[in-house]
């Protein structure tokens, strides 16, 4: 009868399924208040080396006396064995704020899930399923019963890990990848679900200045997909004026990455952009002379010159010719170049001048370069009556070319300069270029 009564006493114990996780649930949660003993050892000492005496009477001590507490006494619970009821009290004592903590970090995301936000949750998790696997044993439940709670336990990881996966990615690079994938959609209605979905990504950031730089994204891309009109939406939807007029640039980029290059054009006009506009033609006009495709590089270089005479920029020619030069230039147009060049401006003709030589020359026209910093120096010499003056925007412009790398054609441009002080100056700035260049 004894023998009986012992193996009855010791049976649920063995037989409990839940039971067979309890030493690797001891060892798992020994194991994980060792490390947080030595991680918390490290912020406690850098919280007292920046804070110094005053941290003393501050209540972080509170906190940091608590964390200590926390991880020694659950180290202790996870060798010493007690019994059930001790066991329950003591671990509701000790994790009640946890709890009260975890649900504050978990109700109070700031744009995303902050990884060290799983560290209660983490400790939270294993205390509970300690005491799972001892209360299965204490109230005799059922195998039954056991395998049900161990398939909730599962569903609720999986569902809890699902959640956080969601929540720990960033909303700012999800809403890039997105609206990314949104642009090579195969048709308009697909492109659309996409948007939503960034937008929603988007929408995660509680901070609405920050949410501006995503969204701008998006607006650039639906731009680039063709739709236009809920770029314009995605654009309003900026809070600060800074802000919306940076995406109101994208979406022209976005329309002439697109190919729309009339859309682009209204857009700019509408949107105050034209400076935008002229510089993404300009970008694709370069790249598609070094893919070779000269064509159409010529085809964007005409388009943006008729564009550049629009009436709607005519306060933009230092930009706009300016851009239509440096295409010009690069495609071996060199009289167009330097015709374009003067449209800019007197005031500024002579800087356009220098830049057409500098794109020459990188394109392999040499010949074309020279002939365009002389044009340069005339243009100086027309613009500048009185020497002073003539000196001055010399050595400037020689200064410009130089930090171009153009170190002999700043000579040739400082050359034209009378006085022999500033031209020694300027000479003498060339030469220590020169010999760090090499």
């Known amino acids: 009868m004894k023998d009986s009564s012992l193996n009855t006493g010791i049976a649920p114990a063995t037989s409990s399924i839940l039971a067979q996780f309890t030493i690797p649930l001891r060892i798992l949660l020994a194991v994980a208040c060792v490390c947080g003993l030595i991680g918390w050892a490290y912020v406690t000492l850098f919280v007292f080396a920046w804070g110094g005496r005053t941290t003393l009477y501050s209540p972080v001590v509170l906190i940091l006396l608590f964390g200590d507490f926390y991880l020694l006494l659950s180290f202790y619970r996870s060798l010493k064995i007690s019994s059930f009821k001790s066991f329950t009290i003591t671990g509701a004592i000790l994790n009640l704020p946890v709890v009260v903590y975890a649900v504050y970090l978990f109700s109070h995301i700031e744009d995303?899930?902050?990884?060290?936000?799983?560290?209660?949750?983490?400790?939270?998790?294993?205390?509970?399923?300690?005491?799972?696997?001892?209360?299965?044993?204490?109230?005799?439940?059922?195998?039954?019963?056991?395998?049900?709670?161990?398939?909730?336990?599962?569903?609720?990881?999986v569902g809890g890990a699902f959640w956080i996966g969601a929540h720990a990615k960033d909303p700012s690079t999800e809403a890039h990848k997105l609206s990314e994938l949104a642009v090579q959609a195969g048709n308009a209605d697909e492109?659309?679900?996409?948007?939503?979905?960034?937008?929603?990504?988007?929408?995660?950031?509680?901070?609405?200045?920050?949410?501006?730089?995503?969204?701008?994204?998006?607006?650039?891309?639906?731009?680039?997909?063709?739709?236009?009109?809920?770029?314009?939406?995605?654009?309003?939807?900026?809070?600060?004026?800074?802000?919306?007029?940076?995406?109101?640039?994208?979406i022209v980029r976005g329309q002439v990455d697109h190919g729309d290059w009339n859309g682009a054009v209204v857009s700019a006009k509408a949107h105050d952009a034209g400076s935008v506009l002229f510089m993404a033609l300009k970008e694709h006009c370069f790249a598609n002379a070094e893919a070779g495709n000269i064509d159409k590089a010529k085809e964007i270089m005409r388009f943006a010159e008729q564009a550049a005479s629009d009436p709607a920029f005519k306060d933009l020619r230092r930009?706009?010719?300016?851009?239509?030069?440096?295409?010009?230039?690069?495609?071996?147009?060199?009289?167009?170049a330097l015709s374009s060049a003067k449209k800019t401006g007197a005031e500024y003709a002579p800087e356009h001048f220098a830049l057409v030589a500098l794109t020459e020359k990188q394109a392999g026209y040499f010949e074309n370069s020279g002939a365009s910093i002389h044009e340069a120096i005339d243009a100086v010499k027309a613009l500048r009556s009185d020497t002073a003056s003539r000196d001055h925007t010399f050595y400037e412009l020689a200064g410009q070319i130089a930090e171009w790398g153009m170190l002999d054609e700043a000579v040739l441009v400082g050359e034209s300069i009378q006085s022999a002080n500033t031209k020694d100056i300027l000479f003498r700035s060339i030469e220590y270029k020169r010999g760090h260049s090499r």
């Open 112 to 157: 995303k899930l902050q990884l060290p936000a799983l560290v209660p949750l983490f400790f939270l998790i294993v205390w509970l399923l300690l005491w799972l696997t001892r209360w299965s044993s204490e109230r005799n439940i059922s195998n039954a019963k056991q395998v049900l709670t161990i398939t909730v336990i599962c569903v609720c990881v």
């Open 319 to 336: 930009w706009s010719f300016g851009y239509v030069a440096l295409v010009q230039a690069k495609l071996g147009l060199h009289d167009e």
């Open 191 to 250: 492109a659309r679900q996409l948007f939503a979905r960034a937008k929603d990504q988007a929408s995660r950031i509680k901070n609405p200045y920050i949410r501006e730089e995503p969204l701008q994204v998006i607006a650039y891309n639906q731009a680039k997909a063709g739709l236009v009109t809920d770029a314009e939406v995605t654009a309003n939807e900026c809070v600060s004026d800074s802000a919306r007029k940076m995406a109101f640039n994208a």
